[in-house]
């Protein structure tokens, strides 16, 4: 079993920080909420890395809103609930869905420049959407234009200071509420950041697995410090592969944008042949989980590594316009996406499961909040919807603001009450009889990735599921067993307790549903698997839940 913390620290020897509100990560969720908490309440941000890491800035399509006269509120709930595969919680799908045009707008307030079309707002359609609705900026690079104003807006607010470096290793905890977080800093080692309330905006962990559009910062390290410090996680066998994602052999994975699609492209197989209209009438524009399926079906059925997307029917100006920064990166490897056949394959994208919340943002542990990719917040179902993300991290971003801003107001001083050093113990997560002499951490870290790819990847079985679970099993006994120190080891540790969380879940739906297709199970069981799987703290046995 997983040590509590992962580090040893004796509180009367670390430095300690107070803060009315702690918000732990720094993308679009995080600083939403830091922006709507009251100037009265003091608020730390802590960043892993630079502000300019995180899934939010590197996201491309755009954020989905009703904002046309064609379209409604109730189109935009049943293209969510039709993508979530019966999984989606209704009630929560409507909140977000009707507070979406209101988030746009104060963006535009806050500075961020839209993409326009004769005056008025651009509007494009992805996979699964009924109509246009997908507000995008820069043509293909709206993360980066969003995170630019709202850094700015957050950094001109004078009660929210920023830590950028800080990895947080654990959430601290005391009686049975969490009261802050251990975090590490270079030049400043381990310090003990004690706050009021807690909102966790960490993101998810596409680096579990070795194909993946996400950055290296996504490790998953706040769903693995919220699991050891006792709040309830669900839904971790649903990782969304992106269907999408430059395949060029020796390099990095780079998203394709699902707005490709959006605009006519197509796809085709080695043979050149458009494969998706035999596999659903939307086509290209059916959603994520389809088309990462047919893809690797089609993969199979060609014994070739990957297939093609197709844009050289489209017109070249308006795809060069749309789609500046996917053309430039497609260039660095010789390719003129307006003439040539992009090669592609789906890479994990996004972690649909993650910290259990309510509609405020509330997770089951008193205390902290969470928004964001970090979350399973009953919004995504079994399958995210495109351009559900970011809209998810500003709707549930300010109602954890709301909601921590007012819990903290209700709250004393911390350095006015008991001793702070004298209420958490020396700790030290050393097991008797750990395994002595150095790992390769780097090693470990790609076997995992590796080995994740091949048996949690777009299409499981229960014999894969079994050797996964054995090997994370495994390499699991002698590295959360041990205490390192710096960043690498504390990220594999994390990855490893994730990993295991999602195998064991995987292997406990014996059914088909959105991004989880069992090929010993390949269709959906709505009588028995129409749940939610939840992974509880570590002393407590795993239970089933059912949407509302």
Not at 220 to 238: C, S, V
Not at 379 to 394: K, P, V
């Amino acid at each position: 079993m997983a040590s509590r913390y992962l580090v040893s620290f004796r509180p009367k020897q670390v430095p300690h920080c107070f803060t009315d509100v702690l918000i732990i990560g720094a993308g679009i969720a995080g600083l939403r909420a830091a922006l709507e908490i009251p100037s009265k309440i003091d608020v730390l941000v802590v960043s892993k890395d630079s502000l300019q890491q995180s899934n939010s800035i590197h996201a491309q399509g755009g954020i989905a809103s009703v904002l046309s006269d064609e379209d409604d509120f109730s189109h935009h709930v049943d293209d969510t609930l039709s993508a979530g595969c019966g999984l989606c919680h209704r009630e929560i799908v409507e909140q977000v869905v009707r507070e979406a045009p209101g988030q746009i707008h104060k963006l535009i307030e806050w500075g961020v420049r839209f993409d326009e079309e004769h005056g008025r707002l651009a509007l494009t359609r992805e996979g699964g959407h009924s109509h246009r609705r997908i507000v995008h900026a820069l043509g293909d690079a709206t993360g980066f234009e969003v995170m630019r104003a709202i850094i700015a807006k957050v950094r001109q607010t004078p009660n929210v200071a920023i830590w950028d470096d800080a990895f947080t290793l654990d959430l601290l905890t005391h009686d049975g509420a969490c009261c802050g977080a251990v975090v590490w800093r270079p030049g400043h080692g381990k310090m003990l950041l004690w706050a009021k309330q807690t909102i966790l905006a960490s993101g998810g962990a596409g680096m579990v697995f070795r194909e993946t559009t996400n950055p290296p910062v996504a490790t998953g390290d706040g769903m693995a410090a919220a699991w050891r410090a006792g709040a309830q996680l669900r839904d971790m066998e649903f990782m969304q592969f992106h269907p999408t994602v430059l395949y060029v052999a020796g390099s990095s994975r780079f998203l394709i944008s699902e707005a490709v699609r959006g605009e006519g492209a197509w796809l085709r197989d080695k043979n050149l042949e458009r494969f998706m209209p035999a596999v659903d009438p939307r086509a290209e524009l059916a959603p994520r989980d389809v088309v990462a399926q047919a893809i690797v079906r089609q993969m199979e059925k060609t014994r070739h590594p990957n297939v093609y997307l197709d844009l050289r029917h489209l017109d070249k100006a308006r795809v060069l316009q749309r789609f500046p920064g996917i053309a430039k990166m497609c260039q660095g490897f010789g390719l003129d996406i307006t003439n040539d056949l992009i090669p592609i394959r789906p890479g994990a994208h996004y972690t649909i499961g993650g910290v259990t919340v309510d509609a405020e943002g509330r997770t089951t542990l008193p205390g902290l909040w969470a928004a964001g990719e970090v979350t399973s917040s009953g919004l995504h179902g079994a399958n995210r919807l495109a351009s559900n993300s970011l809209l998810e991290g500003l709707v549930f971003g300010a109602a954890c603001g709301r909601g921590a801003a007012a819990a903290a107001a209700k709250s004393p001083d911390l350095f006015t009450a008991a001793p702070v050093a004298s209420v958490l113990p020396p700790y030290s997560p050393g097991a008797e009889g750990a395994p002595e002499g150095e790992l390769d951490v780097v090693d470990i870290t790609n076997a995992l990735r590796s080995l994740m790819v091949r048996h949690m990847g777009v299409i499981r079985d229960r014999a894969g599921l079994i050797q996964a679970q054995g090997d994370v099993a495994f390499w699991s006994r002698y590295v959360l067993a041990r205490e390192f120190d710096r960043r690498a080891g504390w990220e594999l540790q994390n990855m490893l307790t994730l990993a295991g969380l999602m195998i064991d879940s995987a292997l406990k739906r014996e059914e088909s549903r959105g991004v989880h297709f069992r090929a010993d199970f390949p269709r959906s069981d709505d009588t028995n698997w129409r749940r939610h799987i939840v992974c509880p703290p570590r002393s407590e046995q795993e239970t089933i839940t059912s949407p509302r």
